[in-house]
């Protein structure tokens, strides 16, 4: 048989290869395999593992047990608390609570080693209310509750110096003695929290969800989707001038003194917001000049109206505030004439727009130093009209524009 050298060539380089592979392989075998893990962990987690369950930790589940150890030992364990997640280079940062009512005595922590932390609990878990509760007065079988048995006026779940949060699916029962469902002071001001809660529910407590507590914590950049804060004093509730960025996407309040209260901060856009028998929607305090903007669309707000009727917005300060297709119902007009469903002061500016709107429409008060304070209609439908009921004082104004009452067109 007659080779060329072209052939000879091609033969003898794929022989060097081979060689070189095979000794070079004998000689250099390559890194060492990942470290083993303790056995006491290896059955709840390998190094690719992407969620532990606080059951695997010794939580119960049935409303009874103390399971404030054993959640936050997952926690802990999820996050970059423990050396051997270094070898790895990741860790699992998701924590899954299975149905269950898990009773708790103590803050839960989240810390700077848990940033990007997924807490979730069972699906459908978010969005009920009082009326899907047994007759026993226990949460509906089949959701992932939190149950507060500790101090009163204590927090279920504290979020400090960690970002990326995402919490889903979980039940926050305050039982009426917790003072807050979930307080979060993180990161410092200049940060960001891209922080995602969806589908919770905040029961019987005094606030639901607390931003920041010093002027110099961001605690902002928040996504809110399908939440619910029932029988709360406040429902969301922003303490500092850093609390910025916010969006409330499909979100309910029921039976709450006040929905949503910014004494500082803002940059917030709510879509689709529902209340019934809630007293104040929105309260804005102060504002500011990089902060004080506030949109909201196809807002809803209902109610029986025996016992009060509803105050959309309370404002002053630096409070720039839209609404667009606001749907304020008319339960409690006529009980309670004189409750307005704007009451603005110093500096707010208002714009209502597309709006159906009944009863006292507003009252609005002034300063001498500063803007005036304002509130302009546009394109809205009022049962009556406008103009009797909205007060102003000296430094204070309004206009409406393309405005329709009683089948007539009001302009001013």
Same mark, same amino acid.
Not at 158 to 170: F, N, P, R, T, Y
Not at 181 to 200: E, V
Not at 278 to 301: E, K, L, P, W
Not at 359 to 382: D, E, S, Y
């Given at each position: ?275 019934? =028998?809630?007293? !104040? @929607? $929105?309260?804005?305090?102060? #504002?500011?000049? %990089? ?5 909201? &669309? ?8 025996? =016992?009060?009727? !509803? @105050? $959309?917005?309370?404002?002053? #300060?630096?409070? %720039? ?5 606001? &749907? ?85």
């Amino acid at each position: 048989m007659n080779i060329s050298n072209k052939q000879w060539a091609a033969l003898i380089g794929a022989l060097f290869v081979i060689f070189f592979s095979t000794t070079f392989l004998r000689t250099f075998p390559g890194p060492a395999p990942a470290p083993a893990l303790k056995s006491a962990t290896k059955a709840i987690a390998g190094p690719y593992s992407f969620a532990v369950s606080v059951r695997q930790f010794g939580a119960v589940g049935n409303g009874k047990h103390n399971d404030t150890a054993a959640i936050q030992s997952a926690i802990d364990f999820a996050g970059f608390h423990h050396s051997q997640w270094n070898a790895y280079g990741v860790a699992p940062e998701r924590v899954v609570f299975p149905p269950g009512h898990y009773r708790i005595t103590a803050p839960l922590k989240l810390g700077p080693a848990d940033t990007d932390m997924e807490l979730c609990g069972a699906a459908g878990t978010g969005g009920w209310t009082d009326p899907a509760f047994d007759p026993s007065g226990e949460p509906p079988a089949g959701v992932s509750s939190l149950i507060w048995d500790g101090p009163k006026g204590g927090t279920m779940l504290q979020v400090v110096g960690s970002g990326g949060i995402k919490i889903s699916d979980l039940a926050f029962l305050g039982e009426g003695k917790a003072g807050k469902g979930i307080t979060i002071n993180s990161p410092a001001a200049y940060g960001f929290g891209n922080g995602m809660f969806s589908r919770l529910t905040f029961s019987h407590m005094t606030d639901g969800i607390v931003c920041g507590t010093h002027s110099y914590i961001c605690s902002g950049d928040i996504s809110l989707l399908d939440t619910t804060f029932q029988n709360c004093h406040t429902g969301f509730l922003t303490l500092s001038d850093q609390n910025l960025d916010y969006l409330f996407l499909r979100c309910t309040a029921v039976a709450c003194d006040t929905a949503l209260h910014f004494y500082k901060g803002g940059s917030v856009d709510g879509q689709l917001f529902t209340t019934y =028998n809630v007293h !104040t @929607v $929105v309260q804005i305090d102060h #504002g500011g000049i %990089n902060a004080g903007t506030y949109c909201f &669309d196809s807002m809803r707000v209902d109610g029986d109206g025996t =016992n009060f009727r !509803t @105050v $959309v917005l309370r404002a002053k #300060g630096e409070a %720039n505030v839209n609404f667009t297709s606001l &749907d304020l119902i008319i339960s409690g007009v006529h009980r309670f004439p004189k409750v307005p469903a704007f009451i603005l002061g110093p500096t707010a500016n208002v714009s209502v727009n597309a709006s159906m709107i009944t009863g006292r429409v507003a009252v609005l008060t002034g300063a001498k130093k500063g803007p005036p304070t304002w509130i302009q209609f546009n394109n809205c439908r009022f049962r009556q009209n406008p103009l009797p009921q909205i007060k102003c004082d000296a430094y204070s104004g309004y206009a409406l524009s393309n405005c329709i009452a009683d089948y007539k067109m009001i302009h001013s």
